[in-house]
């Protein structure tokens, strides 16, 4: 039997208005050639340069006419221009340890002049990891945002 070892995830953003009413979205993303390529040289034990999950990138060409574009693995940088870069917090799943989680808080002053619709999980070295696209998402300063990439390794 030929068991392969397949990373696959979602991301959660928990969207927290001033009124305090809570609404969540939950959507997948695609791991794409770069960070396939980095979890196989750590498997190795040829990844020696201590590269690791550093960001998340918002973006906002990750639609065409509202619809979310595919994403193919060959893709190398997010379809448009980064409009926020934040620091990820990581962590291991206690209840899962075969999942890791990264998770960023983009505050009520952040990110309100653009439609956010693409993000993408950035290595250390600048290459991404893996990306999502999803329907068109209007930050205002209404809200706080913490948003949570999960990659469980099935």
Known sequence: MNELL???????????????YVKILRFKNQVLNKGKN???????????????????????????????????PSIEHLNGVIRIKKSVVSQIDPESPAQAIFTVIVGEEEGNDFTMNEMGL?????????????????????MEVTWGWNINFL
């Open 6 to 20: 397949v990373p696959e995830g979602y991301i959660q953003a928990k969207i927290k208005y001033k009124n305090n």
């Open 38 to 72: 980095f979890l196989a040289k750590c498997l190795l034990g040829e990844s020696k340069d201590n590269i690791y999950v550093a960001n998340i990138l918002f973006g906002d060409g990750g639609t065409v006419n509202g619809i979310p574009k595919e994403v193919h």
């Open 122 to 142: 950035e290595l250390s070295d600048g290459s991404l990891f893996s990306l999502s696209t999803f329907a068109d998402f209007n930050k205002t300063d209404q």
